[in-house]
């Protein structure tokens, strides 16, 4: 397996993306679908459609845009759900397998599957492979904000990070929100339990030096606390992988809770349903702009290609939203954008490794 | 400085709590005010109010409830917001640390302030001492959930912790949300990255390992999620003071950016405005049941007394909720249900300290 070539799909004959289509609980169904809308969103595009030959043919037949910018590759099996990694990682002729190893030969650009992540982030690190500047690939996603759309990582990747850890996410967490947010200098913030500089551990007091220095290039605004995530004080929030899934998780958790009594609110009494229906057009809005299935696709970032993760659960508009994150990768050059940055960072006074 | 008697409020001549009347950013006012309000519901308690005698005496003398119940102690000093706990340590005469004084030294069971969080730690540690069973004081709060009120913590006391801290915030949580939720058998969470037994790092997998085998008397559920704090999967939520910051923080943050959009929503339109005042009963329920000062008091656990800190930007209202906490921390004996938490526990197998 070759290393993949940075952006096959500027080379004659590339594809855009490799799409595992067998990945989800609605495959392959919702990622045809979600092929569809792409389609009409990225008519430019080509992708590898990896999976079931028989079966994904005539869906395919079936579905005219996505046709037109598909083509078929067969894999006869597919990774369940529930499957561990190192289980996942001996299935050699899985949808998900076939995708991946697409993007290491340098056939696409990147990958999008709504399989199980466990076996998607080991696959794609031992198939794809960690660029050469990095410590460890992080997952990363976008969350809506008072200000707009903000980047948070790490998710979940690294459970213990050391500080030259945390500033790698940083360079990252600037490249993505450069390429999907179109953000010309994203301000970026170490997640902690204080903004004062004292407060917090080691290893983020540490991480805030070297990204304070400047070196990096980064738009460092220094320590943000956890209400600053949902108040978008800055475009980047770092942290390590366990505090951010946490934080993530918590905060969903927070917004479902406020969806649900809404709900309950406005069925609660016949005045309340007519108020409901009054303020329809403005909850209509908030609703979709809440709409979870905007914020579809966990990136992997760090890899020597791109690898979205869409939620296992979503439908066809969500999965195209996770088809549009990975195209801006794409487009943008997201992984030049990262090379840049870490070649900026080199210059600067770097922590020892804690690992 | 004598260590605390438990139980002071049940002695003669004890006081219930040592109250700092100069703490937060509308003292004395709101405290007053606050004490009026707590003085309906804890008609038998008795308060000592601690801080500039000649500006209490007449503020006192204007709110007939808050004089009936409590006794004037003069403190010639006030600790600023921003003063560093170091040098909060070394005024010996401020109304915090005469109030933490009474508490050390048996005349009070317990203390609440709105002043300075990181002066009130560090004063309540050194003066009041932690129990001897205890390695490290936790901060604890009380959320709402889907299911009802959860504890939750460490919030911050300690950034760095280890298995077996995370064990007696457990015993901790446990022994709190008897006292102050009165459930008879709390159910508690260790707040992981994933709730399968093989998730997380050392630290929380070793706790896991303790609290599951049952020695402890708890009733202790496995691994939680973020998500789950706003489920209210648990009734206690157990975790590092880094995470447990962020969480909290968090949480706040998306529920407050929620209340922001609504009013944005309901002031869209006239239709919108109408159906506001329409959904208006139902609507004010759900916010009286989010108000945040229905949840003030940060509850500082572990020492020879009860530690209660209010938010420093509260009203008479949240004074008064945070007031009410320590009565029950008081009422129901939260120090002796430690104790026997912690006894219980020294029957079972100990993870090596790490620190």
Known sequence: MNAAAPHPS????????????????????????????????HPAARFLLVGDEARLSGALARRPRAARICALRHAPDAIPGDMKPTAALRVRHSSMRVAIDAVAAGEAAGVVSAGNTGALMALAKIVIKTMPEISRPALAAIAPSARGDVVMLDLGANVQCDARNLIEFAVMGDAFARAVLGLPSPSLGLLNVGSEELKGDDRVRQAA????????????????????????????????????????????????????????????????????????????RLREWMDPRRYNGAILLGLNGVVVKSHGGTDATGFAHAVDVAMD??????????????????????PARQD
Do not use: C, W
């Not at 855009?16 to 092929?35: F, H, K, Q, T």
């Not at 460092?220 to 978008?232: K, L």
């Not at 050059?333 to 870490?342: A, P, S």
């Open 10 to 41: 500027s080379q004659p004959g590339g594809f855009s993306l490799a799409i595992d289509a067998m990945g989800g609980d609605n495959a392959p169904d919702a990622v045809l679908d979600g092929l569809e809308l792409a389609a009409e969103r």
């Open 209 to 284: 030096e070297v990204l304070r220095d400047g070196h990096a290039g980064l738009n460092f605004q220094g320590f943000v606390e956890g209400h600053d995530i949902a108040a978008g004080t800055v475009d980047v929030i770092v942290t390590d992988g366990f505090t951010g899934n946490v934080a993530l998780k918590t905060g969903e958790g927070a917004l479902k809770l406020m969806r649900d009594l809404l709900k309950q609110v406005f069925t609660s009494s016949v005045p309340a349903r007519m108020g409901y229906l009054l303020a329809r057009p403005a909850l209509d």
């Open 329 to 350: 990768m794409v487009t943008h050059r997201f992984t030049d954008r990262i090379k840049d940055g870490l070649s900026r960072l080199a210059a600067a006074p770097q």
